[in-house]
């Protein structure tokens, strides 16, 4: 019996969870990952990113059809390019210090809610809009990931390619003419200081982005012309997931989200899409 596999039935014994039981020990193979954490919630929070990591580079690297890799030649297989590894639902995690366990299945609680559709549901008003934008139609692709995301950091980057899309090139009055940037360089070129051509490029790109304004002045310009109510603490509280995604994406560090910073913040995003739903209805 493979190591892992003898891990999992001693924390399965004495459990009295047979459902969850059987369909470890039914699975053909088990992940163990040891990481320090002082909840055994952390623990599997923590464990389960390092494992959705491995299976993600698994997929990455399997897509992969060069014949050599890293001066190597390595075979390559089609049909391992079309697999899908994937974790199952179910996670066993043990303190080795505390020698508390505990089985559950993360996502269980979600999916076995169900939603009422009857025909007087209040989940079918208003309708989903038949011709939906393009960018609307991807900023609710990106919400139902970041919904659905174990893993707050990626829910958090799904969160803000919703509202990208949602925002899209939604922006205040323009505050200079394009009679007036022209003017702008026209002097820079004739009265400026001698510039490189790599200097001259930059300026001129400068110039040109007058008129883009800063993201958190083009979302206030989309949630007032579409009427969506808000506070100033929701906003706040959205912005600072806004750090966290910044962090992510320009490889630093981010901080721990606070897990209900991000639920309300779903809960807001939400309520602007629906009221875009509302406003294209």
């Known amino acids: 019996m493979p190591p892992t596999t003898e891990l999992v039935r001693r924390l399965l014994q004495g459990s009295g969870r047979t459902e969850f039981a059987r369909g470890l020990m039914m699975s053909k193979c088990h992940a163990l990952v040891s990481v320090r954490a002082r909840t055994a919630f952390d623990a599997e929070r923590r464990g389960l990113e390092v494992l959705d990591r491995a299976l993600a580079w698994l997929v990455t690297r399997s897509r992969d ?3 050599v890799v890293d001066g190597r030649l390595v075979p390559f297989e089609r049909s391992l390019s079309l697999t899908y590894p994937r974790r199952r639902d179910l996670v066993a995690v043990r303190g080795v210090i505390s020698g508390r366990a505990w089985l559950r299945s993360p996502g269980g609680s979600a999916r ?3 939603l009422s559709l009857e025909p ?4 079918l008003e208003p309708p989903l809009p038949t011709d939906l934008a393009p960018t609307d139609a991807r900023a609710l692709g990106a919400m139902r990931r970041a919904h659905f995301s174990v893993d707050p950091i990626n829910a958090i980057l799904a969160l803000w390619e919703a509202i990208d899309l ?3 090139n939604t922006g205040p009055e323009h505050m200079f003419s394009d009679r007036q940037r022209d003017e702008v360089l026209k002097a820079v070129a004739e009265h400026g200081p001698r510039l490189t051509d790599q200097q001259t490029q930059r300026v001129n790109e400068i110039i040109h982005g007058l008129n883009a304004a800063p993201l958190r002045v083009r979302l206030r310009t989309a949630l007032a012309r579409d009427g969506v109510p808000y506070t100033e603490g929701e906003f706040s ?7 966290i995604r910044n962090d992510v994406v320009h490889g630093r560090i981010p901080p721990e989200p606070d897990i209900d910073d991000l639920r309300h913040c779903l809960s807001f995003v939400s309520r602007m899409l629906v009221q875009r739903m509302v406003k294209s209805g």
């Open 65 to 67: 059809a060069r014949g």
């Open 237 to 243: 509280t959205l912005w600072r997931t806004r750090t």
């Open 166 to 168: 949602y925002v899209g």
């Open 112 to 114: 076995e809610s169900v």
């Open 120 to 123: 007087k549901s209040a989940l």
